[in-house]
């Protein structure tokens, strides 16, 4: 079996996490769920008790992109 045709790409962005899902260049992602990412990020840097500086938080993953 083909590994990729396991795979099918949506038309649309998650409508619970992208405001604009189904116009791609127009779409953000939803204020609740970016504060919450940045909360935990900074949850995480705390936990590593190392002396950091957070500059970017990337989402990565199916909730992302079309996959």
Not at 4 to 16: C, M, Y
Not at 20 to 33: D, G, Q, T
Not at 54 to 59: G, S
């Amino acid at each position: 079996m083909d590994i990729l045709s396991s795979f099918k790409q949506q038309d649309t962005l998650n409508k619970e996490i992208w405001q604009n899902a189904n116009s791609p260049e127009k779409s953000k992602m939803n204020p609740k769920v970016r504060e919450r990412l940045i909360e935990i990020a900074y949850e995480y840097q705390e936990f590593l008790e190392v002396d950091i500086v957070i500059d970017d938080v990337y989402m990565t993953g199916s909730l992302a992109n079309f996959n």
